[in-house]
């Protein structure tokens, strides 16, 4: 079930990205790869004042996961794949959760949060494996 | 058709186990929405092979009533068996709702999927194999006539085609009891009448349809059985015949309902 969802996500997301033409595909892949890569840059380049670059780093935090709660808000969730149209199927309950669990997780969008997120865990490194750590566990 | 029979035991009556369990038991159901009573301590028994027509005004609860039913909306209280298997238990609830295909009113299908892709989705999640998976889409979208709109992404279909492909969706597994909301609305005549002759088609399968419907000409012409409802209460029930009486279905809807005249139209129109 999970395959065949995972299967039907990238069917729907593709089709919605060809409406859409690849002009808007390659120009928010680009803005959303620099913007990531941007933000995991400030956790790996020390900054001169610590206190500084923690401050930088909870705003742009704050500003992806604002962003990201806001795309959802306003779109009305992702919607790619629709729990109202798999009720009607009669599918084991814990079994359809799970596997659309799955499938949402494979979500671009969220592998840029992802890189975003990581200059916790460089930003961490630079005090020590500990604190490493401590950004990894805060970023998961 | 024969061999069908509709009751509706009065509210609170002790459930009588029937030998062979008719293709949908409704029991004492009830929902509200806030200070509103959306659906009454309904009680509706279909047999199996019977077609079966809801019909009431706008707000009466049809869909309420028909979204409970088939495991959409969780009631307030009452039961809800098809073929048998409680709709509402989590023990026998996916195995009811394998034994339905339903059409709700207003399904949100994957606007960027075509017809054939949805289908062949769907089929394979419901457990069928791919060689009938295949052969069925084949089947639907020719019977359906959606063939000319098999690369056109269902975002791009009208409403009554959008129709289609939900009817397509609903009949996919082969289905011994069909639930459609409003299954006439926004379809052309012709296509009215196509899917008419796959819900009789269904019927002499001895299958179940149940609808629910404003196109009164259609229940009459479709059903054995009917159901008036208004304000969230069966209010008449029984073959159609006994329904309509002399008249015509919705001679007798109108006197049922109560309804009214407009009174000689609108204040502004009048000379």
């Not at chain 1, 065949?4 to 803005?31: F, P, Q, S």
């Not at chain 1, 949402?104 to 005090?127: K, N, Q, R, S, T």
């Not at chain 2, 609305?185 to 009448?193: G, Q």
Request: contains cysteine; charged residues 20%; proline residues 5%.
């Amino acid at each position: 079930m999970v395959s065949l969802l995972i299967d039907m996500r990238r069917t729907i997301a593709r089709r919605g990205l060809e409406r859409r033409g690849a002009g808007w595909l390659v120009g928010a892949g680009v803005l959303g790869a620099v913007a990531a890569l941007g933000t995991l840059a400030l956790g790996v380049v020390p900054d001169a004042d610590p206190a500084v670059g923690a401050d930088v780093l909870a705003l742009l935090f704050a500003l992806w996961v604002g962003g990201r709660l806001a795309q959802s808000a306003l779109s009305g969730g992702d919607g790619t794949l629709r729990p109202e149209l798999f009720a009607l199927l009669g599918l084991p309950r814990r079994r359809l959760a799970r596997s659309l669990l799955i499938a949402g997780l494979l979500d671009p969008g969220l592998a840029l949060l992802a890189i975003a997120l990581g200059a916790v865990i460089a930003f961490g490194a630079h005090a020590g494996a500990a604190a490493a750590l401590v950004g990894l566990a805060g970023r998961c | 058709m024969t061999g069908t029979a509709l009751v509706e035991p009065a509210p609170g009556a002790p459930a009588a186990t029937p030998a062979v369990p008719p293709a949908l038991l409704i029991r004492g159901l009830s929902k509200r929405f806030g200070d509103t009573t959306a659906v009454a301590e309904v009680s509706l028994q279909v047999e199996r092979g019977a077609f079966f027509g809801l019909v009431g005004p706008n707000g009466a609860g049809k869909t309420t009533l028909l979204s409970m039913a088939v495991g959409l909306l969780r009631p307030d209280a009452g039961r809800v068996h098809v073929l048998g298997e409680d709709v509402w238990s989590t023990r026998t609830g996916a195995r009811a709702k394998q034994l339905l295909g339903v059409m709700p009113d207003g399904l949100a299908l994957p606007a960027h999927l075509t017809a054939r892709e949805l289908l062949t989705y769907v089929g394979l999640l419901r457990g069928l194999p791919e060689p009938r998976v295949r052969e069925r889409t084949a089947e639907l979208i020719d019977a359906l006539e959606l063939a000319h709109a098999e690369r056109t992404l269902i975002a791009d279909h009208s409403t009554g085609m959008r129709k289609k492909v939900a009817l397509a969706v609903a009949l996919l597994h082969g289905p011994r009891v069909l639930v459609l909301d409003e299954p006439f609305e926004a379809l052309d005549p012709v296509s009215a009448a196509v899917v008419c002759g796959i819900l009789d088609g269904v019927v002499a399968g001895r299958g179940t349809v149940v609808i629910s419907s404003h196109a009164m000409a259609l229940v009459e012409r479709l059903c054995d059985h009917v159901a008036v409802m208004a304000g969230g209460r069966v209010l008449r029930a029984g073959s159609l015949s006994q329904v309509r009486g002399s008249g015509t279905l919705e001679a007798a809807f109108a006197e049922i309902v109560g309804a009214r005249s407009a009174g000689g139209g609108l204040s502004w129109y009048r000379c």
